[in-house]
């Protein structure tokens, strides 16, 4: 039960205190306004006596009053109006601890406001002062016994009048007031006047100093008598009657402030008493808002106002002294003459209640006749209700709560007062986990509220129970919400053409919204397959967004020679709480945005939502118009029509119940609420904004101490001028293919737009699985039909007898858009004339080749193109495609590379190399595979080309120097695939992309150091080769009983002699687990030495000489055969050679294999060879007797022509080179 913060001892003493009514010349009025305060308000700080007082009752005995109180007010002749004191009432009866003083003011507000005495007062500074006491005693006569003034009230006819000169210390004359006051004296008796000195200083006073300011804890608190501020408007009522507070708001409730559990949207306190009775005067009612502004500008104006500045401590004493004076001489004189006046049945009680000495028994029947007589006789329940609220207080001080709860109860014989009695209750029960009490509660609330017309709260109440995740049962919820609808209804009536309130269901998720810009994707039409772009049914993912971003921003920079613009914001189609939203959006005139919005309905029961828009606001640049329509239950579309900026505010939408809701038992409705096995659907229009909050700011220091968010203007695009829209099409785009495998599909590009569009570019991370041809139609088959098998290569026929024969060819990798300054994976688009017109279409072919590892591939491409007309907001726009591949095994290719010492070039100078090439098929059939043929074998290198076959896996490359590629085709049917066009060389190139970026090494020697290192390089370079070879093929594939013939083409990259190369890497295995050793790393950095391998190829050796020879032994017992020794420098340096031609090992196994013979002439030779210079050395034989002999036993050192010994290192032997010696 609400405790009041006054004891009741204290309480009954504050409400019935004597009233004084002042009434004060102009003049006297103008000297205490020159301290910001009437004069009633003068007096307030200093209305309660130190002293006790002493008054003697009807029958002679002494009684001691302590810490009496008088009530001094400025007479109003208008009475508070009945708003002002049912709003009291209210704060009383809905406070849980009233504040002080504030029962006490209802208790003796309207009809106990009875004075008792009233004060005259003048200023000293007048002319006739006594002339005018007299006036203002004949205008307080006449408003007090005139009947045209029912307020003030006085108590008796007979009324006490007090004559007080104020007189202004600082610029009066003393000595005039003081003669004024002896004259008052002799013509009103000293017991009747007082003269009072006040404004002993000016108001100029020094800043910094102190001044005390009794007064503003008195007018900043509550009351409702003094209207003098009410004279200019409703806004305040203020008072200096019996409280110690005098400033009362009357707006209802506080915009922040919730009270009973009630939302604060309630425009009436629900506490209020019924409003049809006094709609023309009441000033809190539903139709009454204070406006903010004027609520502010009042605190503007109060703040800073000094009260009393012209008054010193002694003008404080002089005013204590005035009330103690009047209190003594002439107050309570008074009131022991007239004290037999004042008894009547409540005073008999509370008398009885106050009567010190042994408790006496509280005659509570004496308030109980009191309070029917004010019900039933005098028809004022206001009175009533201020009785049972004195009574309620003194049975609580007695420790009688069941008979001050059932005096409370009797309230309740009201519907307004039982919907008090609920909501004091509802204060109990509030955040204590009742959950189901509270709605019950709130429910009884909203019920008593709708029927006392109270329409506003009783929507809010029921609007209560069904936002705090409700624990009642599906038909309890749904009994609720009819309720609500019910009573929501009837409130939109009253006012059909106003803003569509806010309603509380279903919640919605703001932070969820999502917001789409441009045309949804359109189905799949046959082989046809539009690009998957973006749409809402896409889920967020970070690594992908990303992936898209770098996408973008590498086709920009391309566009914009390798330079990304500062100005430059990534494409965001779909904006979300992962997006960066802190950037108005751009979207373009005449492409829709659409909206979704997240619901939940936290109800058991299901919500109908029907007509549901969009809330938005245009500022149009010209003129508006925008339609908007209703795509899915939560996606809502904008169509805007002109540029401009668009602002989404919320959705509007009908709430309504599913038919057929059960009835519940115990829970009646509301008149004309149709409820029953098949209850009628019934809905209301509201609308919910969308309030999104951004990203928490957390990047300065400032922002980091402090809660600062973001911008999130996802709901506010900029409507853009036109621009193309690209629509793209993939036709006989496969799901499934071979690893390796070439296929052809087109693409059609389809400008849906009113605008040109051009600069059409696609950009991929693996440019290596597509093409679109080369940069020439000569270079481009035309169609698949053009072969015999509708390959997808570009083939000749071939005549029978070039079989194993290389056809030669030769293309540059400019010509496929791959070179060492360009980006291969942006790749422009061969758009006709470049540009696509409005409405036109048109249809490429693309060449795709299967990723060479197995498994399921996603592959991103994004097409970028611009408007021909230059726009200033959007310079360019995207469209994503995501195409998913599944790949399957095919074959793996190993190949090498080796130097030949005996096969001869087509120049004759022995500069050849051989390869070996191995296939392995690797397909386990799963997908239908017979068997893989090998068609043809293809090289493509600057210096090298395959020029014959040996056999099937051995290959034969000449040297060549050209700076287009040379292409060289080995093919083992009747049909050429030209490799030097698309779409071979352009899964070739692609595979070389990498290796076609990287500058070539620059060789510099500066120090001594730099030229070590330099001849490492040159020493490795020796053993490089740039040799790739292409292995084209057939695959047998049975579909279906259908027997498909597939192809497809495998690369291998040669770069080091003798070193396998394989057509995908190798899975490495995982090395074994070592422990982890540390140590400090050396600062000084050694130069890598080459390996023993590298620098044994500087020189390639071969012997050119008779396989036999043929000697007469029997007429020359010598035979001299002629031997020439080809010497290549395979560097870029100069080399010295060192040929020694001594047999070094004399053991049987070396004589063997030599045989018996010698080298004439010189042993030794020392050789300067330049870079790449080829030195023939003619040498002679001697044999003694016929054989087989090897020749192979020159032995050749070599060392780079400016570097130490320490390089200088044996060269690779030749192969056995074997010579027959015959006898003829």
């Not at 009994?479 to 019910?486: D, S």
């Not at 597509?770 to 390959?791: Q, R």
């Not at 010492?901 to 191995?918: H, Q």
């Amino acid at each position: 039960m609400a405790q009041c913060v006054q004891s009741v001892q204290e309480l009954i003493p504050d409400s019935f205190v004597p009233c004084v009514a002042a009434l004060c010349s102009d003049e006297a009025e103008r000297l205490t306004r020159l301290n910001h305060l009437s004069f009633a308000e003068l007096l307030k700080p200093f209305s309660r006596l130190t002293s006790e007082v002493h008054m003697r009752d009807p029958n002679n005995q002494l009684h001691i009053i302590k810490n009496l109180k008088i009530a001094v007010s400025n007479i109003i002749t208008q009475p508070p109006q009945p708003g002002a004191v049912r709003k009291l009432l209210n704060d009383v009866v809905s406070g849980s601890q009233p504040a002080e003083g504030l029962v006490a003011n209802v208790i003796t507000a309207g009809d106990y406001d009875l004075n008792i005495s009233g004060m005259l007062v003048a200023s000293s500074s007048e002319a006739e002062p006594v002339e005018q006491f007299s006036k203002l005693s004949q205008e307080q006569h006449r408003i007090q016994h005139n009947n045209d003034y029912s307020y003030p009230k006085w108590f008796i006819p007979n009324t006490l009048k007090y004559y007080v000169l104020l007189h202004d210390v600082s610029a009066g004359d003393e000595q005039r007031a003081e003669s004024i006051y002896e004259e008052m004296k002799q013509k009103y008796g000293t017991q009747g006047c007082y003269l009072l000195k006040i404004n002993s200083r000016t108001s100029n006073r020094a800043s910094d100093e102190q001044i005390p300011d009794p007064w503003s804890q008195y007018l900043q608190k509550n009351s409702i008598q003094n209207q003098e501020s009410c004279e200019d408007g409703p806004c305040t009522v203020t008072s200096n009657k019996n409280s110690d507070s005098n400033l009362l708001s009357l707006d209802g409730l506080d915009n922040d402030v919730k009270v009973d559990g009630l939302p604060n949207n309630f425009r009436v306190h629900p506490l209020q008493l019924d409003q049809s009775r006094d709609r023309a005067n009441s000033i809190d009612g539903p139709d009454y808002v204070k406006s903010p502004s004027l609520l502010h500008e009042a605190k503007k104006t109060s703040t800073g106002i000094i009260h009393g500045a012209c008054l010193t401590l002694t003008d404080h004493d002089r005013i204590r002294q005035f009330i103690q004076e009047f209190t003594f001489r002439g107050l309570l004189p008074h009131i022991e003459k007239t004290i037999r006046q004042l008894n009547d049945q409540e005073m008999a009680a509370v008398s009885a209640f106050l009567q010190p000495g042994a408790p006496r028994p509280y005659p509570a029947h004496y308030m109980d006749t009191a309070i029917q007589t004010y019900r039933d006789i005098c028809k004022n329940m206001v009175l009533a209700e201020r009785c049972v609220l004195l009574s309620a207080e003194i049975l609580k001080s007695q420790s009688k709560y069941s008979e001050a709860a059932a005096l409370l109860i009797r309230l309740t014989s009201e519907k307004r007062h039982a919907l008090r009695c609920y909501c004091q209750a509802m204060q109990v029960y509030k955040g204590k986990g009742w959950s189901l009490a509270e709605d019950h509660i709130n429910f009884t609330i909203g019920r008593q509220s709708y029927t006392l017309r109270q329409l506003d709260n009783a929507v809010s109440a029921f609007r209560h129970i069904l936002i705090n995740e409700s624990k009642q049962s599906a038909a309890q919820q749904g009994a609720f919400l009819r309720e609500y609808l019910y009573v929501y209804k009837n409130v939109s009536q009253l006012s059909p053409d106003g803003p569509l309130p806010q309603l509380p269901l279903p919640y919605i998720n703001s932070s969820a919204t999502r917001v789409f810009f441009g045309h949804d994707r359109r189905p799949a039409d046959g082989e046809k397959q539009a690009a998957t772009h973006v749409s809402l049914d896409q889920e967020y993912d970070t690594e992908s967004s990303q992936q898209w971003r770098e996408l973008e921003e590498q086709v920009v920079a391309v566009v914009n020679k390798g330079i990304i613009p500062s100005n430059f914001h990534p494409t965001q189609y779909c904006l979300n709480s992962y997006s960066d939203n802190s950037r108005f959006p751009l979207a373009v005139v005449e492409e829709p945005i659409t909206v979704e919005v997240a619901f939940r309905n936290p109800l058991k029961v299901p919500l109908l939502l029907t007509d549901l828009s969009l809330l938005w606001k245009f500022q149009p640049k010209d003129f508006s118009g925008k339609d908007n329509e209703v795509k899915e239950l939560a996606r809502l579309k904008l169509f805007p029509h002109h540029i401009g900026e668009l602002h989404i505010l919320g959705v509007v939408y009908n709430l309504g119940t599913i038919q057929g809701s059960m009835t519940v038992d115990g829970i009646g409705t509301l008149p004309g609420c149709h409820t029953g096995k098949h209850s009628l659907s019934m809905s209301v229009r509201g609308r919910q904004d969308l309030e999104i909050q951004g990203p928490r700011l957390n990047n300065t220091k400032e922002e980091k101490a402090s809660i600062k968010y973001g911008p999130d203007r996802r709901l506010d695009p900029i409507i853009t001028e036109e621009m193309p829209l690209l629509e793209v099409f993939f036709i006989h785009f496969p799901t499934g293919l071979l690893c390796g495998e070439i296929r052809k599909a087109y693409v059609e590009f389809v400008n849906v737009s009113k605008c040109p569009l051009t600069g059409l570019k696609v950009v991929c991370k693996r440019p290596e699985f597509f093409t679109f041809g080369g940069n020439t139609a000569v270079l481009t088959p035309l169609s698949p039909s053009a072969s015999e098998n509708c390959s997808a290569y570009k083939t000749v026929v071939t005549d029978p007898t070039s079989v194993c024969t290389a056809l030669i060819s030769s293309a540059s990798s400019v010509d496929f858009g791959i070179g060492i300054a360009s980006q291969p994976e942006v790749i422009p688009v061969p758009l006709p004339d470049t540009v696509l017109l409005p409405g036109a279409s048109v249809q490429l072919p693309m060449w795709l080749r299967g990723p060479d590892e197995e498994g399921v591939h996603e592959i991103n491409f994004l097409f970028y193109y611009e408007s021909v007309k230059k726009q200033p907001k959007i310079h360019h726009r995207i469209l994503r495609h995501t195409a998913v591949i599944c790949t399957s095994r095919s074959l793996n290719v190993r190949a090498t590379v080796c130097r030949s010492n005996s096969l001869e070039d087509e120049e004759g100078r022995g500069d050849n190399m051989l390869v070996f090439v191995d296939v392995e098929n690797t397909n386990t059939s799963e997908a239908g595979v017979k068997e893989f043929h090998i068609v043809q074998v293809s090289s493509s290198s600057k210096h090298w080309k395959l020029q014959k076959s040996v056999n099937l896996s051995e290959n034969k490359a000449a040297t060549q120097s050209l700076e287009k590629y040379t292409f060289a085709d080995i093919i083992f049917g009747n049909e050429q695939i030209v490799s030097s066009a698309s779409p071979c060389a352009d899964f070739f190139y692609r595979s070389l992309s990498s290796e076609l970026k990287k500058p070539q090494a620059q060789l510099s020697v500066h120090t001594e150091k730099q030229s070590i290192e330099d001849a490492v390089k040159l020493i490795q370079m020796c053993s490089e080769v740039d040799l790739n070879i292409i292995i084209l093929w057939k695959a047998y594939v049975v579909e279906d009983s259908k027997q498909l013939i597939l192809e497809g083409q495998h690369h291998v990259i040669l770069h080091t002699i003798g070193k396998e190369a394989f057509s995908y890497p190798q899975k490495q295995e995982p090395p074994e687990m070592e422990l982890l050793k540390f140590f400090r790393p050396e600062n000084t950095t050694v130069p890598s030495r080459p390996s023993v391998e590298q620098l044994s190829n500087l020189i390639k050796t071969s012997l050119h000489y008779p396989e036999s020879f043929s000697h007469p032994f029997h007429q020359k017992s010598l035979c001299l055969v002629p031997v020439t020794l080809l010497l290549s420098n395979c560097s870029q340096a100069d080399v010295d050679v060192i040929v020694d031609l001594r047999h070094k090992t004399t053991s049987p196994e070396s004589l063997e294999i030599h045989g018996s013979f010698t080298w004439l002439g010189q042993t030794q030779y020392k050789l300067h060879l330049k870079s790449q210079e080829i030195h023939s050395l003619q040498l002679k034989a001697c044999f003694v007797h016929t054989g087989v002999y090897n020749l192979g036993t020159p032995r050749v050192f070599a060392k780079l022509s400016d570097q130490v010994t320490v390089f200088e290192t044996s060269q690779q032997n030749s192969m056995p080179a074997l010579i027959i010696i015959n006898n003829v």
